[in-house]
């Protein structure tokens, strides 16, 4: 490599680095028979992406959102992916889907509709994905719902106020609100998802995400951008 070419190239690599070490990896996503499209992601002024942290593509990030380290969100294949305002992606999370489209053809089978609007993955406000947690599109996520610790939603929607206790599977179904899935579950058939407990007074973790989502909003707020933070 001749000198001219290794110091535009290192040149380079700096510069990428310097846009990991300010604000983590937020960049476009690349041309491809499935994504004709070029996007950048759409961040509000108050969402914050930890140093460590990947987003790319046909993105939008609500207010007060919190994108930890690891965590990767990716609108590369399956575009438009949405994160509502105060919702949080933990450590090592990752937000995905499947093509919407190929050679310009759209695929309905693999977007979720919210309010007339189509997605590849929607997450709706005050929502927590915990540490290592995977949301496959097609997906929906409703308000004020916990996903739990390695739980993973395909081709699935769940509705509002859900608790998706750490390692459960759900897979093509619809979860209606004010349920919560049981810890390693693995629900793949709609009867299963419909006869799953709702959440009661005696829930222990009934309250749950109300203090994950005081945690992670925090660490959005400007005033503590320039502090040491850590996912709850």
């Known amino acids: 490599m001749s000198q001219s070419r290794w110091q535009s190239f290192n040149g380079g690599l700096n510069l990428v680095l310097l846009a990991i070490i300010l604000g983590g990896w937020v960049g ?6 499935f994504n004709l499209d070029v996007d950048e992601p759409i961040l509000s002024g108050t969402a914050r992406v930890h140093q460590l942290a990947s987003v790319m593509g046909s993105v939008t990030l609500g207010e007060r959102v919190y994108v930890a380290p690891f965590a990767s969100i990716r609108g590369d294949e399956g575009q438009n992916i949405y994160v509502g305002d105060e919702s949080n992606v933990q450590d090592s999370v990752v937000i995905h889907g ?3 489209f190929e050679s310009g053809h759209e695929l309905v089978e693999n977007e979720v509709e919210v309010a007339g609007r189509k997605y590849s993955v ?3 406000k005050r929502v927590s994905l915990a540490h290592q947690s995977q949301v496959h599109g097609p997906a929906k996520v409703g308000n004020d719902t916990f996903i739990g610790m390695q739980a993973l939603i395909f081709k699935a929607e769940v509705g509002d106020h859900v608790v998706v206790e750490p390692g459960a599977k759900i897979i093509g179904v619809t979860i209606a609100s004010g349920r919560y899935v ?3 579950s693995i629900i793949t058939k709609q009867a299963d998802a419909d006869a799953l407990p709702r959440i009661t007074d005696r829930y222990p ?3 749950l995400n109300d203090g994950v989502v005081r945690v992670n909003v ?5 005033d503590n951008r320039s502090r040491r933070s850590d996912a709850h």
């Open 28 to 33: 476009p996503n690349v041309k491809t028979s």
């Open 218 to 222: 925090q660490f959005a707020d400007p």
């Open 205 to 207: 973790y009934r309250h």
């Open 182 to 184: 049981p810890a390693l």
């Open 122 to 124: 929607y997450v709706g």
């Open 98 to 100: 499947l093509e919407t």
